[in-house]
T-cell receptor, first 112, second 115 residues
Framework: DQQVKQNSPSLSVQEGRISILNCDYTNSMFDYFLWYKKYPAEGPTFLISISSIKDKNEDGRFTVFLNKSAKHLSLHIVPSQPGDSAVYFCAAFKDSNYQLIWGAGTKLIIKP | DAGVIQSPRHEVTEMGQEVTLRCKPISGHDYLFWYRQTMMRGLELLIYFNNNVPIDDSGMPEDRFSAKMPNASFSTLKIQPSEPRDSAVYFC?????????????FGPGTRLLVL
């Protein structure tokens, strides 16, 4: 049973446009959500996070939106740049018993 | 700091053989994590340590997997005997505190292929 789902294995976006990466979860008790970015042959690197008590967090070109009623979060990248081409992982964290559950990842391709 | 170091970067072995993956965390980090990445299941947390003590190994698939952390600068993940379904990329990560309060830093991973 996958508690965190990234239903799009890949996404292709034109350079300069907005990239929207989606993530759905099933457990309403998650406390934090995190996004990681991964380049080939490297480990994931932390990108941005959001607490379950917020609905938006912004850091430069990256914004994460959380819709708790829909159990859905999204990562917006504006404007998209070629260096954003990578695999993006969504992860959900539950504080009470330390669970960090990861999605399967979405491969983002930015076309020049 | 060189970051989290993992060795080997690639491992090809035959079914039934013992495999040992190694990790050197970032100096001063109290937490160390082992993950496995597969196409089907994405990233899975296998086990994590705090101050060299295993805290949660509920993600370890079965008894064929074992992990140790004999000191603050070294950890191993051992698979014995290995099976083709163990083929995956294994990541080690370390952090000062548990996420999300502190960022995890990942190593480059070990790509394991069991024939």
């Amino acid at each position: 049973d996958q508690q965190v789902k990234q239903n799009s294995p890949s996404l292709s976006v034109q350079e300069g446009r907005i990239s929207i990466l989606n993530c759905d979860y099933t457990n309403s008790m998650f406390d934090y959500f995190l996004w990681y970015k991964k380049y080939p042959a490297e480990g994931p690197t932390f990108l941005i996070s959001i607490s379950s008590i917020k609905d938006k967090n912004e850091d430069g070109r990256f914004t994460v939106f959380l819709n708790k009623s829909a159990k859905h979060l999204s990562l917006h990248i504006v404007p998209s740049q070629p260096g954003d081409s990578a695999v993006y992982f969504c992860a959900a964290f539950k504080d009470s018993n330390y669970q960090l559950i990861w999605g399967a990842g979405t491969k983002l391709i930015i076309k020049p | 700091d060189a970051g989290v170091i993992q060795s080997p970067r690639h491992e090809v072995t035959e079914m039934g053989q013992e495999v040992t993956l190694r990790c050197k965390p970032i100096s001063g980090h109290d937490y160390l994590f082992w993950y496995r990445q597969t196409m089907m299941r994405g990233l899975e947390l296998l086990i994590y340590f705090n101050n060299n003590v295993p805290i949660d190994d509920s993600g370890m698939p079965e008894d064929r997997f074992s992990a140790k952390m004999p000191n603050a600068s070294f950890s191993t993940l051992k698979i014995q005997p290995s099976e083709p379904r163990d083929s995956a990329v294994y990541f080690c990560a370390s952090s000062f505190e548990l996420p999300p309060q502190e960022t995890q830093y990942f190593g480059p991973g070990t790509r394991l292929l069991v024939l």
